[in-house]
């Protein structure tokens, strides 16, 4: 449901990064991509292999993608995105940036 976060919640697997090895079944190696939350098309999530990095949020909408530094709240990269959502998007990550820099906290004291 638009605009309820998810936390705690897992959105789509991700492969691993394991050369394209795949399970005894043919599935492929999944780990998690934590979405945090969903509004307006939007997904927010997590990589769970980016802990060195400075405090970031991934959006993804259909097949594109944006990334925002989280403190300040800043475009980091965007692959696709017109220029409409990631206005849309930076809106939004500003409007819950205290609910992101909390659940981006949590995901990496895990």
């Not at 309820?4 to 919640?9: A, F, H, M, V």
């Not at 050369?19 to 492929?28: L, R, Y």
């Not at 979405?35 to 990095?53: A, C, I, K, P």
């Not at 017109?82 to 004291?109: C, G, M, P, W």
């Amino acid at each position: 449901m638009p605009g309820i976060p998810l936390s705690g919640e897992h959105g789509s697997p991700r492969v691993a990064r394991n050369g394209g090895q795949n399970q005894q079944d043919g599935s492929p190696i999944l780990c998690g991509m934590p979405t945090v939350l969903r509004l307006f098309g939007y997904r927010f999530h997590f990589y769970s292999d980016e802990g060195t990095e400075p405090p970031h949020i991934h959006v993804e909408a259909g097949d594109t993608e944006c990334k925002f530094w989280l403190n300040p709240v800043a475009l980091a990269r965007n692959r696709g995105m017109n220029a409409i959502d990631i206005r849309k998007v930076e809106r939004l990550v500003y409007e819950h940036q205290t609910f992101l820099l909390e659940k981006y906290d949590d995901f990496q004291s895990e």
